[in-house]
């Protein structure tokens, strides 16, 4: 069938929205209508890369309807509404190594989509990367569950599984920072501290859990945050992926005490895009942990209903999460261009079309 997509053609160039041709499922592929896209800031590095190949399919979390199915697929049947995510949804350690591309034509010549994408109307998705959505729930908000709810509340409950009574700190409170502040207040940390450059982002932060908020413009974060927990956090989480943030990470949680107790954990969960130097002393001084966290060590299968739960109790506010929300394809490069120039609180999203 054909349908419409934001390509990725030309560096430097908007992405390019065009008609791309898919083919009918295979076995292990579903054919899905799209309701709904987030704006995810990981495109951007995408984008950005030169060494991205063209043409390259974008996006990574929405929703949609069932349109057709592979044999081999039997979890979600034609109709059903779906979310769509790039985590896999519950791989064996035989299917874990399997590819999950897709195949599309795009201006005449077969091309290959690395995982998932959903810039565009409709995706032709392998089957790990499709989960049943529970139809009472709008199917806008939760097109971000794929990547940003999974992605920052993963980190704190998949990743870190932090704690009631324990103590948090967010560096970046995007997307990803957001949900992360959500997953703390839902994980029960009593003290959860959000730290950006952006004051109107930190206003924000704080109706989803954030207890003190810091301005790293104007303040130093780390010895802000030792002074607002007497020391340091148990976890620090950095929602941006920069060898400064990181280390500010490793340097705000709480040290061990040798012969008493172990250091806190910083957690990577932003993707660096170079090497990182940690600095000295900060290993092994203290005992502090550096885990990394991708996609929130989560298991979507399990996951994914108990954010749907959490958002229809409350607890996971999507909808205050979503603050800009785009009419259709066509406004995918005004899109980036507002996420790129910082101007999106929270999470972007573009709906296609409603049930
Ligand atoms: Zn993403």
Redesign the pocket.
């Known amino acids: 069938m054909k349908t419409r997509a934001a390509v990725h053609v030309e560096h430097g160039k908007p992405l390019a929205v065009e008609e791309v041709e898919l083919g009918d499922p295979g076995p292990l592929e579903v054919l899905v209508k799209l309701y709904a896209s ?1 704006i ?4 951007l590095h995408q984008i950005h890369n030169p060494a991205t190949p063209t043409p390259t399919l974008l996006g ?2 929405a929703t949609g309807v069932v349109m057709a199915r592979g044999r081999q697929v039997s979890h979600v049947k034609e109709g059903d509404r779906v979310m769509v995510t ?1 985590v896999p949804r519950d791989l064996t350690p035989e299917t874990a190594g399997l590819s999950r591309n897709t195949k599309y034509t795009f201006r005449g010549g077969a091309q290959e989509a690395r995982g998932v994408y959903t810039w565009s109307e409709h995706v032709l998705a392998h089957e790990q990367l499709v989960l049943p959505l529970d139809p009472e729930v709008p199917t806008d908000v939760t097109a971000i569950i794929g ?2 709810t999974v ?1 920052g509340v993963g980190a704190v409950i998949g990743s870190a599984k932090v704690q009631p009574g324990e103590t948090v700190a967010v560096f970046g409170v995007g ?2 920072g957001i949900n992360a502040i959500a997953g703390a207040k839902i994980a029960g940390a009593i003290k959860i501290i959000a730290v950006d450059l952006v004051d109107e982002k930190l206003r924000f932060a704080q109706e989803f859990g954030a207890t003190d908020v810091v301005n790293g413009k104007q303040t130093d974060p780390v010895e802000a945050i030792r002074s607002l927990t007497g020391g340091g956090v148990d976890y620090a989480f950095d929602a941006i992926g920069m060898e400064s943030v990181i280390n500010q990470c490793l340097e705000s949680v709480k040290p061990g005490v040798l012969g008493l107790r172990r250091g806190g954990t910083a957690v990577s969960v932003g993707i660096p895009q170079g090497d990182v130097t940690i600095k000295r002393g900060l290993f092994p001084g203290g005992e502090r942990s550096l885990i990394g966290s991708l996609g929130g060590t989560s298991h979507p299968i399990e996951d994914f209903p108990q954010y749907v739960h959490w958002f229809k109790q409350g607890a996971l506010p999507l909808d205050k999460m979503v603050t800009k929300v785009y009419d259709g394809l066509d406004r995918i490069n005004d899109g980036v261009q507002a996420l790129e120039r910082g101007e999106i609180s929270g999470r972007s999203i573009m709906v296609y079309d409603r049930p």
């Open positions: 987030g995810c800031h990981s495109q990574h979390e790039w990547c940003a992605t997307g990803v």
